[in-house]
């Protein structure tokens, strides 16, 4: 048990930090590997729906369209005589099989077909991918299953991932450079060089270790989660209506995201404000998307304002995001206002998606949540019908107010004693 020079580690110690160290970067990658899988098996049902919704558009495309691609350079009236009229009909045709026809040889045949492909390319990578519960087609059902066991890894899976990456691109050189302190041979004839690159190397992993319980039980937890089975169809299409914007979360990401999120259509000066903004996570538990952390970063920055988007896209998600950064900033009490049939889906999103606790003021014990919000902190969730009953002491303020549906307010209701949201 010789001990390394500097009297830092012996032999046995410096190996069993090694074979730790592996064990941790074997962890780090078997949850890479299963989520490499997981999300190309996803990325394959997108691709097989995209392709089917573009082979239905090219059946209306005709094929007259084939000497755009080739800015006119194709004669298609051989085509369209001998009955081909859209672009499908060429693509579905090999290249040997369109050589066959009158008046076209092999070279025009592969230009007809490989222009076609253009437009077929174009067609997939313009589809426009909507999930519909009342449509549930073969390919569809294929892709929301794909995308159920990325969502069911949970909101860690992103964090998980990176960390995973991080540890893989440190821990593998270390290792190497460590290699010589396993052995006392290998560390005497190694050079005082290597000797002090092992040692190194060795004090590094030994920081990065220090510690890593957290992450270890992390990424177990989640390659546990990605090594679960397909769903079943049917418990795969109820978790989509009930968690609908974590799998357009997943969609957008393996889609690419649908606008430029850092502009869009705002005027210059506006964009530049919104992206300066600062968006907390230390109290969110739920990873955003481009466009999401935009919106929750446009409603900071603007602190009057309407979210605007369709179904299923994330809105609750944002301001969730809002009200987990005020919270990091100071802010205590928060209130939401909602329809009564999606009370219990925004108690049941608050408490998933941040730290905060919620309580529902509603139901026979609101005055009880209502104290507790009130001694505790948090975010207090009323229906709007309810919400002129809502009096709080003067003492209370609210650092901010999400109204969902806010359509639906009706302005006859008297205004409620509430303070004013202070500023952010």
Same mark, same amino acid.
């Given at each position: %048990?010789?001990? *390394? ?86 693509? #579905?045709?090999?290249? $040997? ?30 589809? =426009? +991918? ?12 294929? *892709? ?26 440190? *821990? ?14 290998? %560390? ?20 990065? *270790? ?8 992390? +990424? &177990?937890?989640? &390659? ?23 799998? $357009? ?40 998307? =481009?466009?999401?952390?935009? =919106? ?13 988007? #369709? %179904? ?36 049941? #999103? ?8 919620? $309580? ?27 919400? $002129? ?10 650092? %901010? ?24």
């Amino acid at each position: %048990m010789a001990r *390394l020079e500097g009297g830092q580690l012996t032999t046995r110690e410096a190996d069993a930090l090694c074979r730790d160290a592996e064990l941790l970067l074997s962890s780090a990658r078997t949850l890479l590997g299963e989520y490499a899988e997981v999300h190309q098996e996803a990325g394959r049902a997108l691709g097989a729906l995209r392709s089917e919704l573009a082979k239905a558009e090219l059946g209306a495309i005709p094929v007259t369209r084939l000497k755009d691609v080739t800015d006119g350079r194709l004669r298609v009236g051989l085509l369209e005589k001998a009955g081909y009229t859209t672009v499908l009909q060429v693509l #579905e045709t090999s290249p $040997y099989q369109l050589q066959l026809l009158p008046g076209i040889g092999a070279h025009t045949a592969r230009q007809m077909h490989a222009a076609a492909g253009e437009i077929a390319q174009a067609a997939e990578e313009a589809a =426009g +991918i909507r999930i519909d519960v009342e449509w549930r087609d073969p390919k569809t059902t294929d *892709l929301v299953i794909a995308l159920h066991r990325l969502v069911d890894a949970g909101p860690d899976l992103p964090r998980a991932r990176d960390i995973a990456r991080d540890l893989d691109e440190r *821990l593998a050189p270390l290792l190497a450079d460590a290699r010589p302190a396993r052995g006392r041979l290998r %560390m005497l004839f190694a050079g005082s060089e290597r000797r002090d690159r092992a040692r190194e190397a060795l004090a590094t992993m030994a920081r990065l *270790l220090d510690g890593a319980r957290d992450i270890r039980l992390l +990424i &177990t937890q989640v &390659t546990t989660d990605l090594l679960r089975p397909p769903a079943p169809e049917f418990e795969a299409w109820t978790d989509f209506e009930f968690r609908s914007p974590e799998y $357009y979360g997943v969609l957008a990401e393996l889609a690419g995201e649908p606008i430029p999120v850092d502009q869009g259509l705002l005027p210059a000066d506006l964009a530049a404000k919104v992206n300066a903004q600062e968006l907390d996570d230390t109290h969110r538990r739920v990873s955003l998307r =481009g466009y999401q952390a935009f =919106g929750a970063r446009f409603a900071l920055a603007q602190r009057r304002v309407i979210l605007g988007d #369709e %179904m299923g896209l994330g809105k609750s998600i944002e301001a969730i995001a809002a009200l987990a950064h005020l919270k990091a900033k100071g802010g205590d009490h928060f209130l939401v206002v909602c329809p009564a049939s999606v009370l219990v889906n925004w108690i049941r #999103e608050i408490e998933s998606r941040s730290t905060l606790n919620a $309580y529902p003021l509603h139901g026979a014990d609101r005055a009880a949540a209502q104290a507790e919000w009130i001694r505790r902190g948090g975010v207090a969730v009323a229906t709007m019908d309810s919400l $002129y009953r809502l009096e709080n002491p003067a003492t209370v303020t609210v650092d %901010m107010l999400v109204v969902d549906e806010a359509h639906y307010v009706n302005c006859a209701v008297p205004p409620t004693r509430l303070p004013t949201p202070r500023p952010s």
